[in-house]
């Protein structure tokens, strides 16, 4: 089996996982995978997408139910969720929308809301239209990202089977950060 039927197989796959542990490095791999023509453009932005919304109405549920459970008052106890849960109570709805995009905050917000009296449905919703737009926006700008690494490649003239391992790279390092932003989550 090729390292293109592997991508083109479970290529999507990957990037709804990643999507939902990783975030924005992974969404843009797919983007430039995408631009290689090893995924489809639009199915790598519905996968980051869909990834995105499940992993945060997860999250959300989590501090939902377990929001008087010693770990989750541990992350609460923490600042980033301090600053979370402050801009969430002066803009409910453009946090909800908004948190995936500022660094820092993203894996915390939802647990964040989760914990307060945001309705189910409010952030079911909001969830959605924000992972959809952050989907497509990162997705595309990796596919951007995607013509200046073709130009740059071009110049040292690097082969097909090359210009794949490097996508592959950007992947497999992509699951790895999250691995590590996992682990590290787990031991705090």
Request: charge should be positive; charged fraction near 15%; avoid cysteine.
């Amino acid at each position: 089996m090729t390292i293109e039927s592997l991508i083109g197989q479970y290529g999507l796959v990957a990037l709804f996982l990643g999507a939902g542990l990783e975030g924005e490095t992974v969404v843009m791999a797919g983007g430039v995978l995408a631009h290689q023509g090893l995924v489809w453009l639009p199915g790598a932005m519905a996968a980051t997408a869909a990834g995105s919304f499940v992993a945060d109405q997860l999250f959300f549920a989590a501090g939902r139910r377990f929001r008087d459970h010693r770990r989750v008052k541990a992350i609460t106890a923490k600042p980033a969720f301090a600053r979370a849960k402050a801009m969430l109570e002066r803009h409910p709805t453009g946090f909800i929308v908004a948190f995936r995009f500022i660094y820092g905050i993203r894996t915390v917000s939802p647990i964040a809301i989760g914990t307060t009296d945001v309705p189910t449905r409010t952030f079911v919703i909001l969830n959605a239209i924000a992972a959809v737009i952050w989907g497509i926006l990162f997705s595309a700008i990796g596919y951007l990202f995607g013509n200046a690494v073709e130009r740059v490649f071009d110049r040292l003239k690097p082969d097909r089977h090359t210009m794949i391992w490097i996508a592959a790279g950007i992947v497999a390092l992509g699951l790895v950060l999250a691995a590590v932003h996992w682990w590290r989550g787990r031991r705090a």
